[in-house]
């Protein structure tokens, strides 16, 4: 985003961007007209169930251990694409049409849940959801890749038997991600294969036909990752010359489906593995920890043995750099069973702007074979040699930019460094030679609250003389910290009372209150006497005020609410760093002229005020800000 520019009006994506806090609400319905009947659907006649072909083999994810399905044991998620993956929406297909991903389990399997995302949808717009077997298209993919089968190109279809009841499901709202709005009723459960064929089940086939015009499906692309394979297909009325002909949607576009399925018979070694963030380290060696567990054998009372094959497969670039077998793993968090929390040290040598990728490969003693997702991490270098400020986005909304803009303003030399883009962050680049670092966010994690928590390096940071300024309204919040009415207390040990001087503090003490219901502090009064007086405007910012009360212990208070007259902002000089604190939005401090959206003065001073507080390396003059800025944040700039 251009850093001169916000954009706030109605319409835009912006206005879709909630608070991280904000209550999950229920846009979507399993409840089904009883009227509507599928049986003329001529798509669910099946073509030719008997047809099968041995499954190649598969690079597949189980990603997770849900909930617990039912009595057969918990259950295990099966999907080509991450969460957060969605790239795309699909709005091609009329009604009639049918999308069908094509699914290669690891081991015999009972099919339990489904979850599709939605990108739109109306009221009474729905879809008929079902499982069913693989079909006869199976005679020119094996396995059901559509990657090099174009669409409308062959009548055999990925469509085998009917295994469920097809179901009508009415789809409500947009559901980006796979929580029980997104569950998907295809109509019952259905095993596939059995205790006969537990190390080569069939494929299956999860498929839903269009019963109206407007649900727009999520999807990924596969062109980011360099994936080149590809199980959704299309087939239907949208190939208006030759009705039925199927092939792919397009070849780098995936469903953004989760099924999730129980192993009754026996299940392959599930792992999770850690996700390292981007780091300024090209040469080193990092901690791989992976979470590994199988099912237990009866017989000797062990899940993982010296007959499990396990190894952690490396690769920059996408070329192999090296296999590291289990017996170089060694134990962090391990059970009785031999389940638990194993690491790897891999040791590389990189260049920066190299991608480092990392997975497990394993067969378990039942010849149950599966590769884990593949999870990467990047080599980089500061962007800007000179820069003495280190601004950290840990989970800012999308319009909060103007950290950014103030330091650009005051003509601060600075870097910044995203921690959702870049999977976090790390020792290397919190310690790699400035002297302040700045903070915001909503719900940031990065910042250890409690002495339970890791740190993953500001300690050092602030020993060595760093300056630390954190803003953040949902900073409690984001690491699950008791909500009002629970009065928190923190001391000896906690960063938040050795980094910040915090004794205590008040989770979310009002409830979701915008500027509109007059009951919030968004008047924050300085209690210095050269520190400028903030005024908030969340209604126009569209954010929420969560804003949260802090006791302080060695720390000076500057901040006090006008409403309730309890403390929002503190600064502390320990003799050896400084640090300053505060549980507001401060940048939601912006005015409107003219339809065009601007920070107010009193926000850069705010921002300034500090920087030169912390002796920021900066030209020796302060501007004398009044009046807008002259840099809008508006939609015509």
Not at 417 to 440: A, C, P, Q, V
Not at 448 to 459: H, R
Not at 567 to 574: P, Q
Request: glycine content about 10%; charged content about 20%.
């Amino acid at each position: 985003m251009n850093k001169s520019t916000i954009f706030l009006l109605t319409g835009l994506l912006i206005f879709n961007v909630v608070s991280s806090n904000e209550p999950t609400r229920n846009r979507y319905s399993s409840q089904l007209p009883s009227a509507v009947s599928v049986e003329d659907v001529e798509i669910l006649t099946p073509i030719n169930s008997k047809i099968r072909n041995a499954i190649p083999p598969y690079i597949y994810s189980n990603r997770w251990i849900s909930r617990g399905c039912d009595d057969e044991g918990p259950c295990f998620d099966l999907s080509y694409v991450a969460e957060e993956d969605g790239e795309h929406f699909l709005s091609s297909g009329d009604v009639g049409d049918t999308f069908a991903v094509v699914f290669n389990p690891p081991a015999a399997c009972i099919v339990q849940e489904v979850y599709l995302q939605w990108y739109h949808t109306q009221p009474g717009e729905s879809v008929i959801a079902f499982g069913a077997d693989y079909g006869n298209v199976v005679e020119i993919s094996p396995n059901g890749d559509s990657y090099s089968i174009p669409r409308g190109s062959t009548n055999l279809s990925p469509i085998g038997e009917i295994r469920t009841a097809p179901t009508l499901n009415s789809v409500i709202g947009s559901n980006p991600n796979w929580s029980d709005v997104s569950l998907l009723d295809i109509g019952g459960t259905f095993p596939v294969g059995d205790e006969s064929n537990i190390t080569s089940p069939p494929s299956f086939v999860i498929a839903y036909i269009k019963n109206s015009d407007y649900s727009i499906p999520y999807s990924n692309d596969n062109r980011y990752i360099g994936r080149e394979e590809n199980y959704t297909w299309i087939g239907g009325s949208l190939n208006i010359d030759e009705p039925g002909v199927w092939g792919q949607y397009l070849n780098y576009t995936e469903l953004m489906m989760l099924v999730k399925v129980s192993y009754p018979w026996g299940r392959p070694i599930w792992t999770n593995t850690e996700l390292l963030s981007s780091t300024f380290i090209s040469e080193g060696t990092r901690t791989i920890k992976v979470d590994v567990s199988d099912d237990v054998d009866e017989t000797t009372g062990f899940a993982i043995t010296e007959n499990d094959d396990i190894h952690l497969l490396i690769s920059i670039n996408g070329i192999e750099y090296s296999d590291l077998p289990f017996d170089l793993a060694y134990e962090v968090d391990v059970g009785e069973t031999g389940n638990g929390f194993y690491a790897w040290d891999m040791t590389y040598s990189a260049n920066v702007g190299d991608s480092i990728s990392y997975q497990i490969y394993s067969i378990d003693d039942d010849g149950l074979a599966l590769e884990s997702d593949i999870k990467s991490f990047q080599i980089k270098a500061p962007n800007n040699i000179n820069a003495d400020l280190l601004i950290i986005n840990d989970g800012g909304e999308e319009q909060q930019v103007g950290y950014e803009l103030a330091a650009d303003f005051y003509s601060i030399p600075n870097e910044l460094w995203t921690i959702e883009e870049n999977n976090g962050i790390d020792w290397s680049i919190i310690n790699h030679g400035w002297s302040n670092i700045l903070i915001y966010g909503s719900g940031s994690t990065s910042l250890p609250v409690i002495a339970s928590e890791t740190d993953p390096g500001y300690g050092d940071f602030l020993n060595n003389g760093g300056n630390l300024m954190l803003i953040d309204q949902d900073w409690f919040l984001g690491h699950d910290l008791d909500p009002y009415p629970e009065e928190l207390s923190f001391g000896p040990g906690d960063p938040a009372y050795d980094w910040f001087g915090v004794s205590g503090g008040v989770n979310d003490p009002n409830e979701n209150i915008n500027d509109s219901d007059g009951e919030a502090d968004i008047h924050l009064e300085s209690m210095l006497e050269d520190l400028t007086d903030l005024n908030l405007n969340h209604s126009l910012y569209s954010t929420s005020n969560w804003g949260d009360f802090i006791t302080p212990g060695m720390a000076d208070a500057v901040y006090q609410g006008e409403f309730t007259g309890e403390v929002h902002g503190i600064r502390y000089d320990n003799g050896i760093s400084k640090t300053a604190l505060f549980t507001f939005m401060a940048d939601a401090a912006i005015g409107q002229i003219d339809g065009e959206y601007y920070y107010l003065p009193e926000f850069y001073q705010f921002v300034n005020y500090f920087l030169v507080w912390f002796d920021t390396g900066r030209p020796p003059d302060i501007r004398n800000v009044s009046g807008p800025s002259g840099i809008t944040i508006g939609a015509n700039p």
